[in-house]
């Protein structure tokens, strides 16, 4: 362990290095060749496009436009009996693990930040951004100590996770925060814009170095290294950051005693043929990974700056890519609304399996919530009945071979004449549960369309607004009056805030409803 300690306007910043290279200059040791990558498993539960993903050792986190997180075992890739996640009232944008795979983050349009537990799926705690801005992008310090969000508005939060309370607030650019990322001592972070800049700030919210225009027409994503070097009196980390330039760049961020901070690039990647929307280092620093609007998912020797692999098995534009810790895993989730793992490496190696059951422990399975309710057995409507706190009625149900669709088709008169279900107050229940799940029926049965990009509704009063895009009016002129004048769907900065009625397309919601 080394800790060093720097200077800078008055004050010092303390970096400790988790772990130290020893390089030559600013080389990084070289990569192992990636023979192959291979898509072992797609999950394909989200109802809207997937935003984030990311990997603990054990445990996928995925969080999407449909307002949930979901969370799967890497040992059988089944979904946790806690999944979906379901706090945020709008889309959820970003999540990411605590190093210790406790606690999970997400953050959402709604302006919050909601702390996770992994062992139960309870909320620990939940954080109101100030000013209540639409928070873009979440991380947690590699010692869970605070917790950052960034929002439209162009603030940051920096919230103390063990007392639950603000610590720091304050505005970093004029324009949306779109990245950020802890380095790995914690005690600093980078912020990126969708004016292009990245910037280098501590916890007090001292900017230590501004990269202006970093990627021309704006950042979407940025990630540090998770390992430090030592190089003198300097503290060394790498960043991939990626934009709407459909470039990858790769930097080398040094922070110095006497010099202060410096960023150098290292190198430019432009292998996609579209805007990078997300990337990723793995964790021992030999690969980046990015996906991009051309439907693909890059990889790349870090070291070298030299294309590996490029993955198009996606439909849609690659939204999210992320590494996991501890296995040769991908993961990379898409506006087709998929998750995809991929498999670094053999494939049929012995070696993998053994490495995933070791890491791995197990986790109990949630089928059920991976089906439509219409495709239920009866073991899976017994599943649920203990989730919705209803296990007094599991020998009923079972006795009675109530599916999936016989359950949708349950009324109060059935369960008291047919199930008898004595209690009026728990048939009243039974009844509110079915109802909330024939409502999620006909939402997903709701053409992609006819959804609000923000509310994840279908529309009522549709407008279009200046990025081409159709949203329910209530929820834009609730998002502009935030003060947010760019589109929830690019980030990009609207030309103006008009809205204009999409008869159209009214006309075809009132004719869908009229099949329903």
Not at 173 to 188: I, L, N, R
Not at 330 to 359: F, H, N, P
Request: glycine share 8%; net charge negative; aromatic share 6%.
């Amino acid at each position: 362990m080394h800790t060093a300690t720097y200077p800078h306007c008055g004050h010092h910043v303390t970096c400790q290095l988790v772990e130290t290279r020893k390089c030559k200059k600013s080389e990084f040791p070289g990569t192992l060749a990636v023979k192959m990558a291979s898509a072992i498993h797609t999950f394909r539960d989200h109802r809207d496009d997937v935003n984030c993903c990311a990997l603990s050792p054990t445990l996928l986190a995925t969080c999407s436009g449909d307002k949930t997180i979901r969370v799967y075992s890497l040992s059988d890739f089944s979904e946790l009996p806690f999944s979906p996640l379901s706090g945020h009232g709008y889309g959820v944008h970003w999540c990411c693990f605590s190093t210790c795979e406790s606690y999970l983050a997400s953050c959402s349009t709604d302006a919050a930040v909601i702390i996770w537990s992994m062992d139960t799926g309870e909320i620990m705690f939940k954080c109101e951004h100030p000013g209540r801005s639409p928070v873009r992008v979440s991380a947690i310090a590699s010692d869970s100590s605070v917790v950052l969000s960034g929002a439209s508005d162009g603030t940051v939060a920096i919230w103390n996770f063990q007392s639950k309370t603000l610590r720091r607030t304050g505005a970093v650019t004029e324009a949306s925060v779109v990245a950020c990322s802890f380095t790995p001592c914690g005690q600093m972070f980078v912020t990126g814009c969708t004016l292009g800049d990245l910037k280098v700030w501590d916890l007090d919210l001292v900017q230590l170095h501004a990269e202006k225009d970093a990627h021309d027409l704006g950042v979407t994503c940025c990630r540090c290294d998770s390992i430090s070097q030592a190089d003198g009196e300097a503290v060394k980390f790498r960043l991939v950051s990626c934009g709407q330039d459909s470039q990858l760049k790769i930097w080398i961020i040094s922070q110095h005693a006497a010099s202060g901070c410096r960023m150098q690039l290292l190198h430019t990647l432009k292998a996609q043929s579209g805007p990078v929307l997300s990337c990723a280092f793995s964790s021992d620093g030999q690969l980046v990974a990015s996906g991009s609007v051309d439907k693909t998912v890059a990889l790349y020797d870090a070291n070298h700056g030299t294309l590996l692999h490029t993955l198009s098995q996606h439909e849609r534009h690659v939204t999210t890519v992320a590494f996991s810790p501890a296995l040769p895993y991908l993961a990379s989730g898409s506006m087709d609304k998929t998750v995809i793992v991929w498999r670094l490496g053999d494939g049929g190696s012995a070696q993998c399996a053994e490495a995933t059951a070791a890491v791995c422990q197990g986790r109990k399975r949630a089928g059920h919530s991976r089906l439509l309710v219409s495709d239920w057995a009866e073991e899976h409507v017994a599943a649920w009945l203990a989730e919705e706190g209803l296990e007094e009625l599991v020998s009923t149900f079972k006795s009675h071979s109530i599916d999936g669709p016989e359950l949708l088709g349950l009324t109060k008169d059935t369960l008291a004449k047919e199930l008898h279900v004595g209690s009026v107050g728990l048939r009243g229940k039974v009844v509110r549960k079915i109802e909330e799940l024939r409502a999620a029926l006909v939402g997903s049965a709701a053409p992609d369309e006819f959804l609000c990009p923000i509310t994840q509704e279908v529309m009522k009063d549709p407008v279009i607004a200046a990025d081409g895009f159709s949203y329910e009016r209530e929820a834009m002129e609730s998002w502009i009056g935030a003060k947010n004048r760019t589109s929830p769907m690019t980030n990009l900065p609207l030309q103006t805030t008009l809205l204009t009625p999409n008869r159209m397309l009214k006309m075809a919601i009132a004719r869908w409803r009229a099949t329903q």
